[in-house]
Every structure is written in C-alpha cells, then in structure tokens.
Nanobody, 127 residues
C-alpha cells in the first residue's frame, strides 16, 4: 500500500522545538519532491517548506524562514521538518506530500498538485 505517514507532532510551549517526520511506505522517495503543508482551523492550507528530489533545493514560506529546516534522508525514505522557536500561530495540522515532477519547489509549495498526501499530524503551540 502506497502511503505517506507523518509523525512527531504534539503539544509544545512557545519557543520550543519539534521535529516532524514524513515516511514513505510502498514506494521510494528518491524521485519525489517533498513538501510540508499546514492548515489551521478556519484558515487556508499553507505551503510551509518544500525540498527537491535532485539538487536539494529548498523553499520556505516567509512565516517560517530562519526557524524551520527541511531535510531528507533518502536511505530511510524519510523527510524531516525541524521546527524551532515555535509560536502559537504555528499551531495547525501538518501534512506532507510527494510530487514526482513539480516545476519548482516554490511552485510545489504555492500550488500543490502532489501525487500523494499524508494523513497529517497535529502541532499545538501553547503555554
């Protein structure tokens, strides 16, 4: 069964850190660009960060630049999102997605039409 599985979400205090993981099952991530997206209640889905399959190029939304870092370990078929200096406005369900041939990582993050979506993991930033 082909699927993406997110993990690592939870409750964290403002200023804290979390690392999200996106693991592939049933296929290999090697040839896919991977993106992290989030959706808070009552808000539109937002592209947070995306990473290419080939040259490792990355894209970050302005809201997370300098705080979040995306990385991938193809040997483990896993992509990570390290989130530091978390703020209450980062609270959302975080989803990962895999796209075999996006135009660019920026395009993938801003106009996603991926091949696969994960089910999401909840991140709550609150004191």
């Amino acid at each position: 069964q082909v699927q993406l599985v997110e993990s690592g979400g939870g409750l964290v205090q403002p200023g804290g850190s979390l690392r999200l993981s996106c693991a592939a099952s049933g296929f290999t991530l090697d040839y896919y660009a991977i993106g992290w997206f989030r959706q808070a209640p009552g808000k539109e889905r937002e592209g947070v960060s995306c990473i290419s399959s080939s040259d490792g190029s990355t894209y970050y939304a302005d809201s997370v630049k300098g705080r979040f870092t995306i990385s991938r370990d193809n040997a483990k078929d896993t992509v990570y999102l390290q989130m530091n200096s978390l703020k209450p406005e980062d609270t959302a369900v975080y989803y990962c997605a895999a796209d075999r041939a996006p135009l660019t990582v920026q395009t993938m993050c801003n106009m996603p039409f991926p091949d696969y979506w994960g089910q999401g993991t909840q991140v709550t930033v609150s004191s």
